[in-house]
């Protein structure tokens, strides 16, 4: 089985010679394998095409894919017209559990979400015709699929879901916070969310002036006060501190005890304790996707991260994300590149005081903290961005600044806009620590204003790092990031000031994150929206332990060196909090 892809909005026929064309073997013999359509897009014929893959290396702008797959995947669930993605399978959700589904981004999760909603009838592959639903049931007859896809095809399914780029509810929505929840209160159980969301002092705000972690709480209690028979959730956790995100858990887990709750999470801590189950989706992002059966929440994460599915026997990925078995107790041997002086800051209703401290030449330095205490105000003072009331930072300091809330007001291509940044575009070095690592390639000629929010980070990641600077600042790089995405951008991060006269800070809500790229750690204490002070930096578990202390939440870590959230009151959870271990709790001790 072979399916030949063609990604339409890198495909451009008219810049490129149709080297396509030119070089295909088959062609040259007078077969038609592959033309130009009446779009000016390529079009291949999977049934000509003899998989030699020269178009693949031929075409300037990676707008071809060609992939060989097993004979079991004959009959696809749903294909995206000739040439268009393909998925292979679908995720079931269960009464009274949260499953999960943990993938790369483009692998075909949404599309899953959209079948299982009745958003999307399943093509079984057809691209030529409309499917009915009588040939979908008969397909999933005798399977634990049936009864629910019959439900869904009678229109019988009420869903609620909660989007994934929250960004978009105010393009959609005119209005106050209190005005949106009272549409979805169909529970009758608004309040109490309002509540544990702590969204009361919000309610009288439009929704088109709330932060990101604002915007995203509301969505959150919006889906769950719905009265539905399956909940979509698609992350819930970007913007959130680790505070926030546990408390949407919480409410997640009480729905999930009446309801099958459905969850695509890139945050390993969150999906860990939240699911029950999670389904598997690998493949080639925006080429094809399998969603595996479900398999144990431990298991299914622990063989994600290995890159090998041991059931389907099937090896995806060639590196194991390995999260080290260190405490950090080494004190960083670096020259101090900045001293962040004492400093104040003070809005009408909000105070930042930052206590002295050092930056070292070479270091990555994590930054950790509740949302509204200060993280991104210290982030524009160091940046320049804002001048301290008090205080002043060395002005010979070249910083270069990713902010939390990224604009794409540009319509210039990411090629144009990264051009205009550096002129080391064109070499290798940038090519290989740049480009690659963040899959900046194949969106290279895509307008800046049409990205995703995912391609949208990983474009403002680029553009931050390929400035001249002593200092990075990077506020929350991870948010819409894949797992994989994330373990990449931390490997780039480290290597960027290795050995350099420069230093990265990353201010993140990932633990998993800030623990595999940080050298040291800022912490930030004091009272979200009234006041907040920067503390440090520290060793990595002395920052730790005194962070996670103040949120009264413990991990422990499980043979693989994963470190995984304990239950509150739970034997470990008691014993932690009395030895002081919040966090590198090893091992042998577990």
Known sequence: MRIAVVHRDRCHSRKCGTECISYCPRVRTGDETVVIGEDGKAVISEELCVGCGICIKKCPFDAIDIV????????????????????????????????????????????????????????????????????????????????????????????????????????????????????TDERGILDAYIDSLSLRAILDHDISTLSGGELQRVAAAACLAREAEFYFLD??????????RMAVAKLIRDLATIRPIMIVEHDLAILDMLADTVHIAYGKPAVFGIITQPKGVRVGINQYLAGYLNEENVRFRDTQVIFEKRAHTKESERETLLQIPVMTKTYETFSLHVSEGEIKAGEVLGVVGANGIGKSTLAKLLAGVESPDSGQMDSKLRVSYKPQYIKADVSDTVEFYLRNITKKFDSGVYQHEILEPLSIGPILQSPVNTLSGGELQRVAIAACLSRDADLYILDEPSAHLDVEQRVKITRMFKRHVDGKEAAILVIDHDIYLIDMISERILVFEGEPGVSGEAFGPFDMRTGMNRFLSELGVTFRRDQSGRPRINKPESFLDREQRANGEYYYYTDDAV
């Open 235 to 244: 992350e819930i956790t970007p913007f959130l501190d680790i505070h926030q």
């Open 68 to 183: 060989s797959l097993p004979e079991e995947l004959e009959h696809p669930t749903h294909r995206y017209g000739a040439n268009g993605f393909s998925l292979y399978g679908l995720p079931l959700p269960v009464q009274g559990k949260v499953t999960g589904i943990l993938g790369a981004n483009g692998i075909g999760k949404s599309t899953a979400i959209k079948v299982l909603s009745g958003q999307l009838r399943p093509n079984l592959g057809e691209t030529e015709r409309e499917s009915l639903w009588e040939e979908v049931l008969r397909k999933y007859a005798g399977t634990e699929f049936f009864e629910y896809l019959q439900k869904v095809s009678k229109g019988a399914l009420k869903v609620a879901v909660k989007p994934q780029y929250i960004d978009y509810i105010p393009k959609i929505f005119k209005g106050t916070v209190a005005d949106l929840l009272r549409k």
